[in-house]
């Protein structure tokens, strides 16, 4: 071990205030040769043995042994590029949810890091038709007890709030431009016009070990003082952050502004925050949080800034985005009942359910300017494919996919959806969090090419036609008990399992754009029949025919697993 250096402490007076807050420590020394250097805090107790404890906020993550680090030289950090247009509102955007390690491994170069890879795929998705990247959780995590395994993880243990995990940086011919790939790829993504979205994971801290833990705990002679950390809502990983104490969240929200500030990040999705939210509560936690970033974004006139929640996994998590002026919560119930419905088969047939048309009607609820985040799967979940039986069986969940680009809300991917990866996924124990490489193979491979084509062309019609994004459908708040369709023909025929639903809005025109959604979920070809305000003619926009309404209806046939979109401006 290196000889510690010695940091003599002054008193630390608040510019703004004057106020004296506490004792600053440092020390300095003579000029060091260009590199990336570690180290760690030599931390002494009166009563306790001394601890190795990382920094709290250091920019970098360290190789080894969670260590902090430092650059001296390398390439001058440049200023992230602004989006090549304005930023669009979040019930714009097709999110595609990308895991670095799995996206990047099947074809990172040997002189690449992670984060530079990324950058020869954007491409790619730009064609698949997204216009913004989650990028599952970048901050730096603990590495595993055993050094000889693989530092993997999803990045939801995070111990270090303002660095990036060292081994996504990690490019060994060039190890001083570490935070420069980072700003390289969201500059690179903005110029392509997709927008970046940030996993941030503020609910819990991994404490682990004194010297491979979150700083804020060991600092303390007695963790347990550490006023970082504490029970303050539903207790859920690791050790939980106290927003009961102020500090906690300054330290949270100056993450949260350096990576605006710094990287211009175009969003935050929060990690379960039902670990720092208590109803009635509006002067800790997730509401005092998201008022303060409220505050900091309006001063930097950025609008359309996306705050996106991962709360309950039911529909409960609405009334609480309206609460606390969120942008958006995940809406699971979307995928949770899509995947029911095409996992669960009597008589080996699948089949809907009356519970569908809420899910449909994702809109339904949320306030003003808030709108649901919609997917079919996740990273915390199988994927639907698996639950069709397999890549063989691909068409079974194409009537999931075009509900999916149909329905209110930000359309939510997760990288290797769009070929129809189908690797399955313990809902809980040791086998969820391991790698699972994306093989990039498989997209050349029967069904890959037929499915991306599917995703890509319903991303295309999305973008087009305004009135699937709008937050309008019928016919909302369905009676559940009722298995059959209306007298104008909208709604389940659970006995055919056929869906037929009306969606509109402003074409941007200022006329109205009405769109007739009609979903068979059948294996069998059959035939809808539903009323239209005009006999048209009215175009079908996923065949490019044209039909027209005979005596106030239309009429047609429908493919097995497949549907119909009717589209007329007036």
């Known amino acids: 071990m290196s000889v510690p250096v010695a940091m003599p402490g002054t008193r630390f ?60 030289g390398g390439t001058l950090m440049t200023e992230v590029k602004d989006l090549s247009g304005p930023r669009l509102p979040y019930s714009d955007l097709i999110v595609y949810e ?27 998705l730009v064609a698949l038709g997204i216009n913004a990247i989650e990028f599952m959780p970048w901050t730096a995590w603990t ?76 600092t303390y002679q007695d963790p347990a003082d550490s006023p970082y950390v504490g029970d303050f809502a539903q207790h859920a990983f690791f050790q939980d952050l106290d927003y009961a104490n102020r500090c906690t969240l300054e330290y949270i929200r100056d993450a949260c502004f350096y990576w605006i500030r710094k990287f211009k990040i175009d969003g935050i999705r929060f990690d379960n925050t039902l670990g720092y939210y208590n109803p009635g509560d509006r002067g800790h936690g997730l509401p005092k949080l998201l008022s303060e970033l409220r505050g900091f974004l309006s001063t930097t006139r950025s609008p359309n800034f996306a705050t996106v929640l991962e709360h309950a996994w039911d529909y409960s998590s609405i009334d609480v985005t309206n609460k606390v002026g969120a942008t958006s919560c995940w809406l699971d119930p979307y995928r949770s009942l899509s995947m029911g419905f095409l996992g669960d088969r009597p008589q080996g047939v699948p089949q809907i359910e009356t519970p569908i048309m809420r899910m449909l009607d994702s809109g339904r609820d949320f306030g003003e300017d808030r709108t649901p985040t919609v997917y079919i799967e996740n990273h915390d979940h199988r994927r639907i494919m698996h639950k069709a039986g397999g890549r063989a069986f691909w068409f079974l969940t194409q009537p999931y996919v075009l509900a999916l680009f149909a329905s209110s809300g930000a359309v939510l991917i997760y990288n290797g959806q769009e070929y129809g990866a189908d690797n399955d996924m313990p809902e809980d124990g040791d086998g969820r969090v391991v790698p699972r490489p994306l093989d990039w193979e498989t997209l050349q491979a029967d069904p890959g090419p037929k499915v991306l084509a599917l995703y890509s062309k319903l991303a295309e019609l999305r973008k087009k036609h305004m009135g699937l994004r709008s937050p309008n459908f019928y016919p909302t708040n369905w009676d559940e008990s009722q298995p059959s369709p209306d007298v104008h023909g909208f709604g389940i025929d659970r006995a055919r399992n056929i869906i037929v639903f009306h969606r509109w809005g402003n074409d941007g025109t200022g006329k109205t754009e009405r769109l007739y959604v009609t979903l068979n979920f059948s294996q069998t070809n059959q035939t809808v029949s539903f009323e239209v305000p005009s006999p048209g003619p009215w175009n079908e926009l996923l065949s490019g025919a044209t039909v027209t309404a005979v005596n106030g209806r239309i009429e047609a046939p429908i493919g097995s697993n497949w549907g119909a979109i009717y589209q007329r401006i007036d």
């Open 98 to 124: 990308l895991m670095i390690d799995d996206f990047t491994v099947k074809f990172k170069r040997a002189k690449e890091s992670p984060l530079e890879a990324i950058m020869r795929k954007l491409d790619d």
């Open 143 to 218: 590495y595993p007890d055993d050094p000889s395994k693989d530092d993997f993880s999803w990045g939801y243990n995070p111990v270090q709030y303002f660095s990036v995990a060292h081994k996504y940086t990690l490019n060994p011919t060039s190890e001083t431009d570490k935070l420069v790939h980072l700003r390289n790829l969201i500059s690179t993504c903005h110029d392509r016009g997709i927008q970046v979205l940030m996993d941030g994971v503020f609910n819990h801290a991994d404490t682990q070990s004194p010297n491979l833990g979150f700083p804020y705990y060991w």
């Open 13 to 72: 007076t608040d510019p703004p205030t004057g106020l004296v807050k506490g004792t600053a420590y440092e020390c300095r020394v003579g000029p060091l040769p260009d590199g990336f250097y570690e180290y760690k805090y030599l931390v002494e107790f009166e009563n306790a043995a001394t601890r190795l404890v990382t920094d709290p906020c250091a920019k970098y993550g360290g190789s080894e042994n969670q260590n902090s680090g430092f650059v001296v």
